[in-house]
């Protein structure tokens, strides 16, 4: 295969690495599963955090689109983080598809 065959295989089999390792470590998670009622609770405070830091951040208004363009970085770095925390989170086994869908 050559050269560029054996570069694109070692990489293959690093990042397959990588997602072996982070998926056997439950994606940073070693809790326990939550209750449906925990999940609920915990989940409804990041969303409410993520709701108070877009409406701080968009409070002068977004008219323009060089206002958008200014605070969207900031406006999806709030959401990127917040769903990274709602993947830590551990579903009872009913909600665990579910949870995967839409937040992994």
Known sequence: ???????????????????????????????????????????NTICKKVTVKLQAATKKGVGTVQQIAHLAPELASFEETALVELSKLVPPAKLENYTKNNFR
Not at 2 to 29: D, E, I, Q
Request: aromatic share 4%; proline share 2%.
């Open 1 to 43: 295969m050559g050269r560029m065959g054996t570069a694109t295989r070692t990489l293959a089999a690093t990042a397959f690495a990588a997602v072996a390792f982070t998926v056997a470590a439950g994606c940073g998670s070693s809790s326990k599963p939550l209750t449906r009622a925990e999940l609920t609770a915990k989940a």
